[in-house]
DNA sequence: TTGGAAAGTCAACATAGCTGACATAAAATC
DNA sequence: GATTTTATGTCAGCTATGTTGACTTTCCAA
């Protein structure tokens, strides 16, 4: 498996290694331990944890979404995805509007409150990847996302290339 | 491509909008999931978690480290791994073996059987890997490894990088 | 010889997943 | 209009994995 792509000739398909894969696989799980850890000490304030700040991401990223999208986006299940939007609708920080035409549905909302943490948490995340951007500059930017997006799986795949890209 | 790389002057960070950068979270919260799910599969049959297969990983990839320095790497209390490792040696996947010099040390190391799951599940991961690296290409495998390398922990950084990177 | 580091263990707890069963309201279908 | 399906919510109970705190054993090193 090892020197299969080195007998190429090329050396173009070099990392495709064992030894390199691994260091993608590792790389993939330090990056996003230190990816979370700033979120992960703002929320130990507030009492919630990782799970509310992914509620609170989504509703934020596409105000009005239903329970069953965000659902979707999250990959958990309706019990526990509750438990998390029923302590943030009961704290202020999320509205849940019944739907329009169809009345079954609840769209979600950030209240000013919810709004408000979510800009907290979104900041020190940000800050975190725009060093890390800065660090290893645009055309690595370019790439880290490519390899991202090809590793998702394709439904949300497909959401991830449908929300906008750049600033309005 | 961005448009981000193309043009210079005032708009070459364009990539550092606040869109982009979410757009980056995004991107590492979908991929990271994706990144785990193969795993996470195999290791309901075995009746393991991820933490087993975050342990078994490192063991593999450091045959004789200690449980600090293990701890060290997985960020969690030797409480928490302790619980692992009890089940991994019980079963018969792990070895620790008293320390030559200090024999306070466990030197840990995968027997046959744990060698072999650690095969298994990292065969799963490692072709999800490759087949995301083959799509997005060798160029963005490099910008995408530049940036997680800049998201980790400076100790975490250090120790990723020291690491063996290519095939022997 | 003693202090402290490394490791292991016990107890108790929290978070956030899960399944299964069931309830309600509204939409969709027959 | 009656029935079925869908979207959501809820209760109960289980599991995995993290946490803190207290304690012991081992044993290196000053």
Redesign the pocket.
Known sequence: MESATETHGSESLLFLTDEQLRKGIEAMFFAYRAFTADPDRI?ENY??????H?AIHFINRQPGL???TL?AML????????????TLVADGLVE?RV?R??????NLHLTARGASLERELSDAQRARMRAAYRNAGPAAVTGFRQVLEAMMDPDLRRYYQSMKDSAP
């Open positions: 929320l009492e919630y944890g990782r799970a509310h992914r239903t329970v069953s659902l990959g958990v299940t309706k019990q526990s995805l509750n438990r998390v939007l029923r849940a739907g035409q169809d009345k079954r549905e609840r």
